[in-house]
């Protein structure tokens, strides 16, 4: 089964009749052939909450370059409510099993909201089947309806609303209400044609997810066409060729030459658009390996960074809530500072532990050919961002700041000075660059039963890992014991067998509720004392350190403490090691209290 519609859509009816109505005197992407593509990645709270500003920011950088934007799916105040989980909720939905009557009926499902069986009345009013033409056989009949069906409304009206909301032209809101109703008709039918045989593969599951990029992209093509700027939806649902002629398919992962392909083709396909901006899905699979297993939540980061190298782009960047990357998450510590420039494998490490701005794949992919990132707030378009830059410790300082400020953001001089005093600070670093911290962390304790030798005993254990696909986020290890703090992302009964396995190669105990704190700078290895000073801050702040890991990376001093502690750690750590020289307190008397939370 493949998705619905790719390729151009019409806002003015069905996709595949005619073409996309162009409003008059429409804004366009710039034809000269000196100006240079800037990609913009926007996030699902974004393009959730602020369809009309991202039509405004676009606007005001396509006079001077050529603009793609590329969206993630829809999400309302969290991620967690977002379009892309409940396209989740329904696919486990549709695999749940529902209990026989004794005639053998299947009973009544209840409904999610209100716990009303859907075979009263009201219940089947729940269905706002404005369109009627779409009701499927199964929706006429409450009894069977399935359970998956109330979470594809869910889906299908919050995009109405989010529709009608922010789009005014009533042409264009017709049609992208039709190819609503269209998708999410597809959706039905291929979870209905799941249910049957009782099986979604993970390459299924990458294709139910990519509709929240689909429907997500409509709606902002939509909205830029009736702002009056002429754009154009691109779908990437068929990017990927043939699976059977890729070799990353042999080994299930995805190499680089994989992603430079996929370079190369979603840049060919953008540059089809001509002078219209295109709507990009961050959507890319499916992909061997599952997009989802291969990538993670989060994919639509790397699809522009992928799409900004097959543009040969000026700049990628990725707007959010947030003014760009802070030397803590400002949420937890009020005292937290934006960074102006920070090195792609700092960004990397943050986002690894914890501090999640932008999918840790992304910088891999636009640093190596050299193109910066910035982060850039919705809400706060004028601020200059954090750009995530190449190390200037390869390079010469110099150069860096007078790269970054060539970036093509309107610098303002005083944006600039801080651009340069960053870059110079960078080869004379008096602190440490961001804390992080990553909580639903489980740590692992297991004494070796001396059954076997040393390696053997660490192999088993790797092995069982393995074999439970658990990534092991820290690890400290004596010749008969080890410690492994691990996300506690693991449901109960695995997380039961997972320690059955390993206590076949010793004692094995498991504490949850835990956080890794971790302290973050490329400069911290010639840093003298650093070390000490954040294990004495949390020893004053009487803060038990449970895991320590230091070395592995000459980047990071990571350690594991009671998730209870974490915002205390976080804001004694910011106040002990990250604050300007000038603000710190003499070595001997470092301040543990009192703090701003
Ligand atoms: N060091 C950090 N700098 C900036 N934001 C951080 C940091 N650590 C954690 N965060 C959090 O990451 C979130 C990222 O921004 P947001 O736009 O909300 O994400 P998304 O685009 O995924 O919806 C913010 O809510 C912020 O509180
Ligand atoms: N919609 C996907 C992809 C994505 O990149 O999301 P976001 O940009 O909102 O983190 C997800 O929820 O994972």
Redesign the pocket.
């Known amino acids: 089964m493949s998705g619905s519609s790719s390729g151009s859509y019409s806002s003015s009816s069905s996709p595949s009749s005619s073409p996309p109505r162009t409003p008059p005197n429409a804004y366009q992407n710039s034809i000269d052939p000196s100006s240079r593509w800037l990609v913009q990645k926007y996030?699902?709270?974004?393009v959730g909450k602020f369809a009309v500003n991202i039509a405004d920011i676009v606007s005001s950088y396509i006079e001077s370059n050529k603009v793609a934007i590329v969206c993630?799916a829809r999400?309302g105040s969290?991620?967690a409510l977002g379009t892309t989980n409940l396209l989740l909720r329904a696919a486990s939905e549709t695999l749940r099993r529902r209990p026989m009557t004794q005639s053998g009926s299947v009973t009544p499902v209840s409904n999610v909201m209100t716990g009303t069986p859907t075979s009263s009345p009201r219940a089947a009013d729940a269905y706002p089947w404005t369109l009627g033409q779409t009701i499927s056989p199964m929706a006429r009949q409450p009894d069977s309806v399935p359970e998956f069906y109330k979470t594809v409304d869910l889906i299908r009206q919050e995009h109405f609303n989010a529709a009608r909301a922010s789009v005014q032209d009533p042409v264009i809101l017709q049609g992208l209400e039709l190819e609503i109703e269209r998708d999410c008709d597809w959706l039905r039918s291929f979870l209905s044609a799941s249910q049957v045989i009782d099986e979604i593969s993970p390459r299924s599951k990458d294709t139910i997810i990519g509709l929240g990029e689909r429907l997500a992209c409509k709606i902002m093509a939509a909205v830029l066409r009736d702002q009056g700027i002429d754009a154009e939806y691109v779908s990437l649902e068929s990017i990927v060729p043939d699976f059977d002629d890729l070799e990353a398919a042999e080994d299930g992962t995805l190499d680089q030459e994989f992603y430079d392909r996929l370079s190369r083709a979603v840049g060919e396909r953008v540059k089809q658009c001509g002078p219209r901006v295109p709507v990009v899905t961050g959507f890319f699979g499916p992909v061997p390996g599952s997009l989802l297993q291969q990538v993670g939540r989060?994919y639509t980061d790397l699809l522009s960074a992928l799409l900004a190298v097959g543009l040969e782009a000026a700049e990628l960047q990725i707007w959010?809530?947030?003014d760009?990357?802070?030397?803590?998450?400002?949420?937890?510590v009020p005292t937290?500072r934006l960074i102006s420039i920070i090195s792609p494998a700092e960004a990397a490490e943050?986002t690894y532990y914890?501090?999640?701005?932008v999918h840790p794949f992304t910088m891999e992919q636009a640093i190596r050919r050299r193109i910066p990132i910035r982060i850039k707030n919705v809400e706060n378009p004028r601020g200059g961002g954090t750009v995530i830059h190449p190390d200037p410790a390869e390079e010469d300082a110099t150069q860096v700041a007078e790269d970054v400020g060539s970036v093509p953001e309107p610098a303002s001089p005083l944006a600039l000075a801080m651009l340069q005093a960053r870059a110079t600070e960078m080869h004379h670093p008096r602190h440490p660059t961001?804390v992080?911290i990553k909580d639903h962390i489980i740590v692992l304790n297991i004494n070796s039963n001396r059954k076997s030798v040393s390696h053997g005993f660490l192999a088993g254990i790797f092995g069982t890992l393995d074999r439970f696909g658990v990534v092991v986020d820290l690890i400290s290890t004596s010749e008969v014991h080890v410690s492994m703090a691990i996300e506690d992302a693991l449901a109960k009964k695995l997380l039961d067998r997972l320690v059955k396995e390993l206590q076949k190669t010793g004692s094995v105990s498991v504490h949850h509720d835990m956080a890794i704190l971790s302290l973050v700078g490329k400069h911290m290895r010639n840093m003298i004392g650093i070390a000490g000073r954040m294990f004495t801050t949390l020893a004053q702040g009487k803060v038990n350190i449970e895991m320590l890991s230091q070395g592995a990376s000459e980047i990071n001093i990571s350690c594991v403490i009671d998730g209870r502690n974490a915002v205390k750690a976080l804001n004694l750590i910011h106040q002990s090691c990250l604050q300007p020289p000038e603000a710190l307190p003499a070595p001997k008397s470092i301040a543990v209290g009192p703090w701003l939370f």
């Open positions: 996030g699902g709270t974004s993630s999400s969290t991620k989060g959010k809530e947030v760009g990357i802070f030397t803590a998450d400002p949420r937890k937290a943050l914890g501090s999640e701005v961001a992080t």
